[in-house]
């Protein structure tokens, strides 16, 4: 089967199923949906077995699409770690940047145009991945996390906290069952992201409101935020996201808070840089570095 795997056609579809739409995964390879399209069916006539349910104005992953994207996913991170091992040995060193993909299409990649327009002669690689990465072993120059810190063995540079809000379409701002007080989300569909902390869940955030009468494990699940973010954007429910990844969302009007600023939790976790040891004396790192703080702050 190695001989033959078709591998624009699994890339493709792992970004497809990430964003769970094939315009966005368009965006993010630089080709047009209908290759997207044409490469995902060409992979499902290939193997016989359909990867997506597509609905009117959304994709759906089957199970069968659903059990193979995290494998594909690390397999292709592999292949792009041994890609840039291999273009390490000659060249102009690049910048790689551990990165979730989430986060990385949410926050950072809309902002570094800033950072290129500062530092042209900085080549950039953005290694989309949430596995663990050792900075210190050189697996990355940079690593950008969503935790508890505590981070051993590495430099940690503190980026901002999180906080967790309810967002939706405007369109649920009104109509037959408007939201106005978190009571009123018993008449809408909940989008749950499987977030690592588990305080962030829907459960804990309407205990903490006082609702009693939302049930907070039904909806959809997303183990990516920019899935529930897209769900979202199309009006197919509420999201519990955080407010840093959705600010551009929230101020161009995309998106609305229902309940305000003041229902707004915030968590133990935040987002971390992590660079190895001593890289101060490393330019490249001493520049995202800087870019980064001053941008997050």
């Known amino acids: 089967m190695r001989s033959h795997l078709p591998l624009n056609a699994l890339r493709a579809f792992e970004a497809a199923a990430r964003h769970l739409s094939f315009k966005a995964a368009a965006e993010e390879l630089h080709v047009t949906p209908a290759a997207i399209s044409q490469q995902v069916k060409a992979l499902e006539d290939q193997l016989g077995v359909a990867v997506f349910v ?15 994207l995290p494998l594909i996913t690390e397999g292709l991170d592999q292949l792009a770690e041994a890609t840039d091992r291999i273009m390490a040995h000659g060249g102009t060193r690049s ?43 050189g697996e990355a120059d940079v690593a950008i996390r969503y935790g508890a ?69 039904k909806g959809p699940q997303f183990n ?25 969302h929230l101020a161009a009007g995309r998106l609305q808070c229902p309940f305000g600023d003041e229902m707004r939790q915030g968590l133990s976790f935040a987002y971390y840089l992590l660079s190895k ?18 941008e997050a702050g």
Not at 126 to 134: E, F, I, P, Q
Not at 277 to 294: H, N, P
């Open 54 to 68: 597509r609905l009117t104005r959304a994709l759906r992953l089957t199970d069968a699409g659903r059990e193979a």
């Open 95 to 137: 910048l790689t940047i551990s990165v979730s993909p989430s986060f990385g299409a949410m926050w950072l990649v809309p902002r570094l145009d800033g950072f290129y327009a500062r530092h042209p002669e900085i080549e950039i690689r953005l290694d989309g991945t949430d596995r663990r990465v050792d900075v210190a072993r």
């Open 149 to 217: 810190g505590g981070y051993a063995g590495v430099r940690v540079d503190h980026l901002f906290d999180q906080r967790n809000t309810p967002v939706c379409h405007p369109d649920l701002l009104t109509g037959s069952n408007p939201l106005r007080k978190p009571a009123d989300l018993r008449h809408h569909t909940l989008l749950h992201v499987n977030w690592k902390d588990r305080k962030a869940s829907w459960r804990m955030w309407l205990s903490a409101a006082g609702v009693t009468r939302v049930d907070a494990t």
């Open 224 to 248: 990516q935020e920019s899935m529930a973010v897209e769900a979202a954007l199309e009006g197919q429910g509420v999201a519990l996201l955080g407010d840093r990844l959705v600010a551009d």
């Open 277 to 294: 040891k001593g890289s101060e004396t490393d330019a490249q790192v001493s520049a995202f570095r800087s870019w980064i703080l001053a």
